[in-house]
């Protein structure tokens, strides 16, 4: 399936494998990065992020250095996340996903992509 979009959507996964989503955002001390091209995701670069979470706290300045290397991104994939970052991301126009944790990157990108061309209120016509 082509998808419509053409302009090209960057998407950030915490992965320590590079095979699944599999780690809780203020654990993650590298985002992969990834672009949509046509239906299709391509690596584009690892980003290093300083450590987030603190054992029940979090590091200001860590946030706002993580937020500042994930501006150009449309989605950022996560295992989990608590309240205040996904706040934080929602502010800058980064929408969190959770809901593919532990699963393969591959298909839960190309699974969130497709949503792009479904009309609203349900599935796209085969």
């Not at 082509?2 to 955002?25: Q, Y």
């Not at 950022?76 to 393969?104: Q, S, T, Y």
Request: overall charge negative; glycine content about 10%.
């Amino acid at each position: 399936m082509e998808l419509k979009n053409t302009k090209p959507i960057r998407a950030a996964v915490a992965t320590k494998d590079g095979i699944s989503i599999n780690l809780h955002f203020g654990h993650a001390k590298t985002f992969w990065i990834y672009e949509l091209h046509g239906d299709q995701f391509t690596l584009l670069e690892k980003r290093d992020v300083d450590h987030y979470c603190r054992g029940g706290s979090g590091d200001a300045s860590a946030m706002q250095k993580i937020l500042q290397s994930l501006t150009d991104c449309r989605w950022v994939f996560v295992a989990r996340i608590g309240d205040g970052p996904i706040a934080k991301l929602n502010a800058i126009g980064v929408e969190p996903v959770d809901e593919f944790a532990h699963l393969g990157i591959d298909e839960a990108l190309q699974a969130y992509a497709r949503r792009l061309d479904e009309p609203a209120g349900g599935t796209a016509a085969e």
